[in-house]
């Protein structure tokens, strides 16, 4: 089974940035398409950005679209989200997920893989 591991969250001010790195043991994460979700209580889980197994091709939500940008390492076996200008409406436990599909979109359905989450909390 594919254990994926998050990290980087924490507390950050309003306009601060933030690195998440999402990594798994024992598995080629450059077999999958990736993405990064993130939920806050009282609301659905959201869709933040997605990245095609060769890293080709991206997905950003509307409201973090030239604020964070996705990557990912093959070679290191990582997934990275690059969070700037951050905002109190960012705040949520951001999960890594992993698809079988090699190219993904935003949709919670087409992943097979979860982590755990990590807490971002933006806040002054």
């Known amino acids: 089974q594919l254990q994926l591991v998050e990290s980087g969250g924490g507390l950050v001010q309003p306009g601060g940035s933030l690195r998440l790195s999402c990594g798994a043991d024992?598995?080629?994460?450059?077999?999958?398409?990736m993405a990064w979700f993130r939920q806050t209580p009282g609301k659905e889980r959201e869709g933040v950005s997605s990245?095609?197994?060769?890293?080709?091709?991206?997905t950003y939500a509307d409201s973090v679209k030239g604020r964070f940008t996705i990557s990912r390492d093959n070679a290191k076996n990582m997934l990275y989200l690059q969070m700037i200008s951050l905002k109190p409406e960012d705040t949520g436990v951001y999960y890594c997920?992993?698809?079988?599909?090699?190219?993904?979109?935003?949709?919670?359905?087409?992943?097979?893989?979860w982590g755990l989450g990590t807490q971002v909390t933006v806040s002054s």
């Open positions: 997920a992993a698809s079988r599909l090699s190219t993904v979109g935003l949709l919670g359905t087409e992943y097979d893989f």
């Open positions: 990245i095609s197994a060769s890293g080709g091709r991206t």
């Open positions: 024992h598995f080629t994460l450059g077999y999958y398409g």
